[in-house]
């Protein structure tokens, strides 16, 4: 079992950054993919970034040039620098990793950006 706890969202305005982290504890070593997805209100879930065990990324067109996920494994941390942030990114961020037979989700973290 894998858990993730997600932190550093918040209030920010418009044009500035946020750095998410995602502490992953437990059977970290059978991690594969992680990822960054985000909830809007009365939208549905989607992607924002993923980031394979090699390194390999994949960003959503509308947070490529402006959001940066990386991980650190030595530190069981997956990161997602935000910059130049809008208002459209105001959601409930969620991490997520995937195993081989497994994905788990963390509780999310609320992002408010403001004009």
């Known amino acids: 079992q894998v858990q993730l706890v997600e932190s550093g969202g918040g209030l920010v305005q418009a044009g500035g950054s946020l750095r998410l982290s995602c502490a992953a504890s437990?059977?970290?070593?059978?991690?594969?993919?992680m990822g960054w997805y985000r909830q809007a209100p009365g939208k549905q879930r989607e992607l924002v970034a993923t980031?394979?065990?090699?390194?390999?990324?994949n960003y959503a067109n509308s947070v490529k040039g402006r959001f940066t996920i990386s991980r650190d494994n030595a530190k069981n941390t997956l990161y997602l620098q935000m910059n130049n942030l809008k208002p459209e990114d105001t959601a409930v961020y969620y991490c997520?990793?995937?195993?081989?037979?497994?994905?788990?989700w963390g509780q999310g973290t609320q992002v408010t950006v403001s004009s």
């Open positions: 437990g059977s970290t070593f059978s991690i594969n993919n």
């Open positions: 997520k990793c995937e195993g081989l037979y497994y994905y788990t």
């Open positions: 980031i394979s065990s090699g390194g390999s990324t």
